[in-house]
Structure formats: structure tokens, C-alpha cells
């Protein structure tokens, strides 16, 4: 027994959260261990649909243990926010844990964030604006503050101070705009988060062990994607962190011999959010029915998502830098009605066929894909239960990517249902 990753590997927003959900059904605790809320994880149960940002995927259990883990930035009133939303609506959130080392965002990373895409123009990443980028730019500054600094105020002014005298004179004379108050944040962090949040501030590392040690499955839940990833993903069009399986152990303090499987989610087609390069974007009446279909706007930001065909270059990528033991393949009742399937199985650059994602930023930007095409189902998926129900083409779509990506499919969403999934391994 020990930890279950699951990683997104394209661009974000592939069912992290729904696959989420379903594994945590076998196990003790789920961790964050990355992003913030810029994350948006649907989970829907029974026609009803929650979106978290922050907590993990796993509090709709009342056994799991939902852990907020040292790599997360967090905004502690985003949190008490969603915490109220989920116990409006029923759901527990009394065992869901923060680690002290875990870093804030405050109102200026939000400011910053919104500023510097601002100045970016043309160029702009198309960040969600929820001040991640420059919060974890303060982590690595060593100025930002941690959930820990919350239990002491006196700590708390003094590092904020400091914070404010650096960035004061930066929002005056770079930005045109007024500086940070000292009091009224101290104000809103003691008196209105701190009395909420400190209960939830634990350990999490002795936390996630005693479970570890005591023979527990756990699973550490990513956000974003390992083409976001801020090592791997297509810099600098990525997020500030590190989504791939390798930040997985730093975020949670999960040692990587702990973790015996990596559940890699992929949509049937790919969607990205924001600015950045996409070899396989569909600019079609194909790329509109997907979107309309599989309703791809954001769940966070409302953005329209990019559509694009599945790209086994990527997965191939992702299969290694996340050492993927397995595919859970999302939305495949996205593309029941379409007549024929295409998917990416090599690059071409320069009369040269690429099958290995090029590291080259413009090499890239230049590819042309090379497309298999498959013919299409048309029939309706979303009431198909088991694999055996599923039409010829719809396997054989299956095996391919299989084949393709040299990763086995293990699991496959037919629909936004917790019960929407055929389990391959059953
Ligand atoms: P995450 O960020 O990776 O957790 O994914 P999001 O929740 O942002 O986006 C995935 C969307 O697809 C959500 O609205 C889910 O409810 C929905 N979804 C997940 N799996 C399936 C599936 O197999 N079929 C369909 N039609 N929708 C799905
Ligand atoms: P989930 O967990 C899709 C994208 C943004 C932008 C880039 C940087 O729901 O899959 P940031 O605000 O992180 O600095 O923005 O990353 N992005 C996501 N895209 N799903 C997400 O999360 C994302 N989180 C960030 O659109 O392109
Ligand atoms: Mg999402």
C-alpha cells in the first residue's frame, strides 16, 4: 500500500477532479500538492455539481481526510469561502487539514498577477488573475508568508512589513497605483481568517505518514497539467508550479518510494486555456461541436477552452516525466457524433517526423501534425456501463491510443457522472 498520483497530461481541465473522487472511494486521505485556486475541479454526484478550487476532491467523503499540502499557495479567504459553499450544500468539511508550510496569497499577488498581464500586452499568458504566479515568485524570493505565520501576529506584521516596503514603491512608480495598508491586511488575517483557519493547520507531513505507515492507500491529487508545468510544459505559457508526479512527492512530503501508481487523465481531444503554443488546435466547425458538447468553458474563469484533437506526441511526454502507469481517457461521449477521429500520432519540422515532443520553443511553434484518422462511433456512450457495451469503433479509438501512447487505458468517462466511467481493469 502506499500513494496514487493522479496528474493531468495535457493542458488542464481533463477530470482531475471527477477521477479524483472516484479513487478516493478506496482511500484514507487526499492531498493537494500544488497550484491554488486556479484550479477548478467539477465533481458531479447525482445531478449535483461542485466545483473546488482549493479543497481536495476527496471531502465529499465522510471517511477521507482532505489535505491542503506545503506545495499549495493558498488564499485563506478563497478557502473559507469554499468551506462555506460545501457545508451550505451538506458536505462535512470538519477533517479537511492545511500544512503550516503551505504559502498565502494575499490582495497584492492577486493586484500583481492582473498588473504584469496587463503590461504584457500582446504577449499576456492568460493566467486566471488569482495572484498564483506571483505568490510562488515570493516563495522563491524567500519574502512570502506561510499559513503558519497566521497563529503569530506579531510575525505576521513583521514579514509583512517588509513585503510592503519593497512592493509599495514598485506600485507607486512602476504601476501608477496605490500601495498595500499594512493594518487593514493584518485587520482581515487576524480577525477574519485566522480564527477560521487555525483549526485546520496540522502537521501534514506526520499526517500523511501515519496513514502511509499504517498500511493506508492515499492519493495526491494535481492540478493543472504536466504541459503547464513549470519545468516541463511550454514555458512560459505554464503555471508557477509543478504539476507533473515529481511534484507530487515535494508538495505533499510523500517520499517518491511511497508512490506505486500514476493515474495520468487525458480528455479524448485536448483543450487549453490561455495563451500558448497547441500543435493540434482545431479552428473548425469540428473544434465549435466539441466545444459546445463537451461545454468547454471554464469552470473557474467562464473562458472559452480551445479545442484540438488528441495528440499522442504529448502523451508520450507525459507518459515519462510522470512515470504513468495508467490512462484514465475522460469525455470520450464528447466526440459520439462525430464520423471520423483524428489523432496526432508524430510531428512534422523541416521534412523531418518528429515522434518525441521537441524541447526547442520554436521547433514547436512551427509543427505540422500528422493525423491517423479513425472512423467515429455515432452512438450515444454516456449510458454504456461496461466495457463490453462499448461499439468497435470506440474500442478500437481506445487501443490505439494505447498503442500509441505506450500506456495501458485503465479507466474511461462516458459523462460527468460519478457513475459515467468504465473501469477496465474490472
Ligand atoms: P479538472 O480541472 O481536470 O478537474 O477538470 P474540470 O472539472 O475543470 O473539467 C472537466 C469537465 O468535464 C467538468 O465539467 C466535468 O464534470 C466534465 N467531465 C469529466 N469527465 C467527463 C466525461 O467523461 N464526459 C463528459 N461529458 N464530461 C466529463
Ligand atoms: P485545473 O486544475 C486549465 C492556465 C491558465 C494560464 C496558465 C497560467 O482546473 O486543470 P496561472 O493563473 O496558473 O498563473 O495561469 O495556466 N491554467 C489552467 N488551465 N486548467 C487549470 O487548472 C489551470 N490552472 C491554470 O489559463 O494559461
Ligand atoms: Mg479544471
Known amino acids: 500500500m502506499g500513494a496514487t498520483v493522479i496528474v493531468g497530461t495535457q ?208 492519493l495526491l491529487e494535481g492540478a493543472q497539467a504536466t504541459f503547464l508545468d513549470l519545468d516541463h510544459g511550454t514555458y512560459p505559457y505554464v503555471t508557477s508550479s509543478n504539476p507533473t508526479a515529481g511534484g507530487a512527492c515535494v508538495g505533499s512530503g510523500v517520499g517518491p518510494m511511497y508512490i506505486d501508481r500514476v493515474v495520468g487523465v487525458a480528455k479524448a481531444y485536448i483543450t487549453r486555456v490561455g495563451a500558448g503554443p497547441f500543435p493540434t488546435e482545431l479552428f473548425d466547425d469540428v473544434g465549435d461541436h466539441i466545444v459546445d458538447v463537451g461545454h468547454e468553458y471554464g469552470t473557474n474563469t467562464g473562458r472559452r477552452r480551445r479545442p484540438g484533437w488528441f495528440d499522442c506526441v504529448m502523451m508520450r511526454y507525459a507518459r515519462r516525466v510522470n512515470s504513468m502507469t495508467e490512462l484514465a481517457i475522460t469525455k470520450l461521449d464528447v466526440l459520439d457524433d462525430l464520423d471520423t477521429i483524428k489523432v496526432c500520432v508524430a510531428y512534422e519540422h523541416d521534412g523531418k517526423r518528429i515522434t518525441d515532443f521537441p524541447y526547442h520553443q520554436s521547433v514547436l511553434h512551427n509543427v505540422t501534425p500528422v493525423y491517423e484518422e479513425l472512423p467515429g462511433w455515432k452512438t450515444d456512450l454516456t449510458g454504456v456501463t461496461d466495457r463490453s457495451e462499448l461499439p468497435m469503433a470506440a474500442a478500437d479509438y481506445l487501443s490505439f491510443v494505447e498503442e500509441q501512447c505506450g500506456v495501458p487505458v485503465r479507466l474511461v468517462g462516458v459523462g460527468p457522472g460519478r457513475k459515467q466511467v468504465l473501469d477496465f481493469a474490472a
Do not use: C
Open 11 to 218: 493542458w488542464g481541465d481533463e477530470g482531475k477532479g471527477k477521477f479524483t473522487d472516484l479513487l478516493a472511494r478506496d482511500m484514507t486521505a487526499v492531498v493537494r500538492f500544488q497550484g491554488g485556486h486556479n484550479a477548478g475541479h467539477t465533481i458531479v454526484v447525482e445531478g449535483e455539481s461542485f466545483a473546488l478550487q482549493l479543497v481536495p476532491s476527496g471531502v465529499l467523503y465522510p471517511h477521507i481526510t482532505p489535505v491542503i499540502g506545503n506545495g499549495v499557495v493558498v488564499d485563506p479567504g478563497v478557502l473559507l469561502r469554499e468551506t462555506a459553499m460545501l457545508e451550505s450544500k451538506g458536505v462535512d468539511t470538519s477533517k479537511l487539514r492545511v500544512s503550516g508550510n503551505a504559502h498565502m496569497i494575499f490582495p497584492y499577488h492577486q493586484s500583481l498577477d492582473a498588473l504584469q498581464e496587463r503590461h504584457l500586452g500582446k504577449n499576456k499568458l492568460g493566467t486566471t488573475k488569482r495572484g498564483i504566479g506571483p505568490s510562488y515568485a515570493d516563495k522563491s524570493m524567500r519574502t512570502g508568508l506561510r499559513i503558519q505565520d497566521l497563529l503569530d501576529e506579531k510575525i505576521f506584521r513583521q514579514k509583512l512589513e517588509v513585503v510592503l516596503h519593497q512592493l509599495n514603491p514598485v506600485m507607486a512608480r512602476v504601476y501608477n497605483k496605490l500601495g498595500f495598508d499594512l493594518e487593514e491586511i493584518t485587520e482581515t488575517f487576524m480577525n477574519e481568517y485566522r480564527p477560521k483557519i487555525e483549526p485546520m493547520v496540522t502537521d501534514t507531513i506526520s499526517l500523511v505518514h501515519e496513514e502511509l505507515e499504517a498500511g493506508h492507500e492515499i
